[in-house]
């Protein structure tokens, strides 16, 4: 009778070690390809149950997060509507981000690992931190300046400080506004901003471009 309690028992422990081995191969080797997968609604879910972190301009926020009391919880808003546009960009649930909301986005979601307590924290515990802030070089006296110079016209600003290269203003009208209908584009990532908590120093530059005209074509 004791030999097939210990074969019962062997063979119970087999199963728990083919378990435990199971569940380390799914979380271990498989959570990122899991985490990828277009069917995981999880993701997109863990991304908005926390407020993002703020968009700084004379250290004041011109951004926000509002509750939306539904399974996407939190929704970017944006103080100064079309006003920081060029600057900010925006965080869309539907369409994305842009600008600094993009360069900048694993520090204002509280992925950045330079946010955790400890080094490869987020990746052992596979959490997130509450989501840094972002200080922008922009001045808010210059930027009113010029948004309110423009006016309706359509054209764009841009001040930088020759001795460092700091943005300093960024308007274009009309713009694509938070807080208006944005387009599903995606420009390029822009404009001076820093990130804090902890501090880094991050560098770049506004986009600039001309119009490509087709090549007249020869005749023969």
Do not use: H
Not at 81 to 105: C, F, H, K, M, W
Request: with cysteine.
């Amino acid at each position: 009778m004791i030999r097939y309690i210990r074969r019962a028992a062997a063979f119970c422990l087999l199963l728990l070690v083919a378990l435990l081995l199971n569940a380390a191969r799914i979380q271990v080797f498989e959570a990122d390809s899991l985490d990828d997968n277009s069917a995981n609604r999880r993701v997109t879910i863990d991304r908005y149950d926390q407020p993002r972190g703020n968009i700084l301009v004379d250290g004041r926020s011109v951004t926000g997060s509002k509750d939306t009391g539904e399974q996407l919880a939190y929704e970017r808003t944006y103080r100064y509507g079309p006003l920081y546009a060029p600057v900010t960009g925006y965080a869309s649930q539907t369409y994305g981000t842009t600008l600094i909301e993009n360069a900048e986005d694993r520090v204002l979601s509280g992925t950045d690992p330079m946010l955790a307590p400890l080094p490869f924290w987020n990746e052992i515990t596979r959490s997130r931190q509450p989501g840094g802030d972002v200080v922008t070089t922009i001045k808010d006296s210059m930027q009113r300046a010029a948004y309110e110079g423009l006016g309706d016209r359509k054209g764009a600003v841009a001040a930088i400080e020759p001795t460092t290269g700091k943005i300093l203003a960024l308007v274009s009208t009309p713009p694509t506004t938070p807080g208006g209908s944005p387009a599903p584009v995606r420009p390029s990532p822009t404009p001076g901003g820093t990130s804090t908590r902890p501090p880094a120093s991050r560098c770049s530059t506004a986009p600039s471009g001309r119009p490509i005209r087709p090549a007249p074509r020869s005749r023969s």
